[in-house]
């Protein structure tokens, strides 16, 4: 298996979601989960031959890392409409994989055999995937932060308000999971535990902004306009976490977290 086919999988799997996100908007369900499903799996069944054919898990690159996040987009989505029957989630879903997934296909990267000795512990693999997967949610809650404000605006639902919580609680506790496995992987690969690495700071910073989320919802007397600001903008940190800091002049060659091919 090589890049070149990931155009096939890609395709095969963006035409399955975009029927499911149909049957969804139809309000047939059981199609809308169907095709959703079997176009998860189409992709994942790439990811996995491409895992075995670089011999190694697809995380080393920033393209390899785009494979999750485009594969975990989807199903947060198949799993908020399981629970709440949002139509338009799907559709959200699709669109942002398929953005990743052009991004992939304008530009490729080299996806080499070579791995580092430090990313070849066995808790760098569940650490990146844990993290995909939380990114994945977070994105998700943040489709519904951004409907909230700017289509529904001040007649937000208590379901609605919900829905987006538990999307940032679920995406939290991964997060956290992701972390500790991070921690693991760190003391293995270099003796301590955490260093204060570029990417691990901005980890911290989003982790916490998450967290001032979750605790200003609980206030008695929380602006809800406020709190969706909120969740905008640690996303916006979750992407210079993910790959902002990439161009921050302290993190190059100096830090192993930042995306290369």
Known sequence: MSWDQFIYFASVALLLW????????????????LFTAAGLAVFF?????????????????MGETRLWYSLFLPLAGLMVYSRWKYK????????LATVFIC??????EIHSKTLMPALQSPWFAPHVIVYMFAYALLGAAT??????????????????????????????????????????????????????????TWAAITWFAYLA???YRL???????????????????????????????SAQGSSVHTYST
């Open 45 to 61: 069944c790439y990811i996995l031959l491409i895992w075995v054919s670089l011999e190694r898990p697809p995380l080393r690159t």
């Open 143 to 200: 489709v519904m932060a951004l409907y909230l404000l700017f289509f529904k605006k001040d007649h937000a639902s208590a379901d609605e308000m919900e829905i987006t919580d538990n999307l940032v609680y679920v995406g939290l506790a991964f997060m956290t999971i992701g972390m500790l496995f991070g921690a693991l992987w760190a003391k293995e690969a270099w003796g301590h535990y955490w260093s204060w690495d570029p990417k691990e």
């Open 103 to 108: 991004v992939n296909l304008f530009k490729p």
């Open 213 to 215: 989320y979750i605790h």
């Open 18 to 33: 975009i029927a499911g996100a149909v049957g969804a908007w139809k309000e047939k369900s059981r199609i809308a989960v």
């Open 219 to 249: 206030m008695p007397h929380h602006r809800l306009r406020l709190s969706l600001w909120m969740l905008i903008a640690a996303f916006i940190l979750l992407q210079m976490c993910w790959w902002g800091i990439n161009y921050l002049p």
């Open 88 to 95: 338009w989630i799907l559709t959200f879903s699709t669109i």
